[in-house]
């Protein structure tokens, strides 16, 4: 059977909610790559940020976690984000929902000693940084000599666009297996399935929940639907888009023919038909 797609954000979450262990290496894999620390959650926590002053932005985070960093067993709230559509201000909205991870952690007559540190990571399906590496991690730094103010708080995007291996005897690493998985799921064979099964045999869980969710004929019917309504918002915003274009130059093209432009400059400046010039009253 075909598994539906991790990159859905419900599929991400139900996966990785009932597979607590396949959470965990996702996790390690991104914060730490050659193996050193591994990651043990120890609680799933409500996902919703209140805001602190009346009228303010509440939030739902995909998924937030109380975690314990091996071998030290520091504890750390990690957030972790799944964005796969394109969203201008994304990098703004990461600085939002981190920031209240801090916010919300004391009470009153609590010592600031007493925050925990916090970690954010993106998992996105789009570019958004410069530069070829998937995995950026952001850090509070001095700006001229580099010296790090606190690890306490840290911003990590994963850019899966960026992740161009294919096959499957190619994947070295635990990240590349993940992120592989991220793009790849819903097109695995029964074959590639047991292929990645040698790779990483504790993977077997993982693809019993996700086999258990996409058999659900009601889930494939929610993934359906999902898919619809993205199609029809990514069709607004394309119909927005091109709208605001066309007024912006036919805005152009009036304030160059009041300068006494040519309508053959104009038509060759912003693009527009005569048709269009003639229907918006440009072109008598």
Known sequence: ?????????????????????ALASLIS???????????EVIEIISSEIIPIFKNGKRTFLDLKLLCKILPSEDENYIQVELQIAEQSGYIQRSLYYASGLIQ????????YFQLTPIIQINILDFSLLPGESIVCRFLLKEKDSNAILTEDFQIIYVELSKFQKTE?????????IWFYLLNNIQNLTEKSRMEILKKKPDLKNAFGVLEMYSSDPEKQREFEERLRADENYAYELAVKFEKGKLEKSLETARKMKDKGFSIDDIIEITGLTKE??????ILQ
């Open 168 to 176: 499957i005897e190619d994947l070295l690493t635990e990240a590349e």
């Open 29 to 39: 894999s991104i914060l730490f790559p050659n193996g050193d620390k591994k990651l």
């Open 104 to 111: 919300h952690q004391l009470k009153a007559g609590e010592s």
């Open 1 to 21: 059977m075909q598994f539906l797609p991790l990159k859905m954000d419900f599929v991400f979450k139900f996966v990785f909610t009932n597979d607590l262990g």
């Open 276 to 281: 269009e010039l003639s229907k918006n009253k």
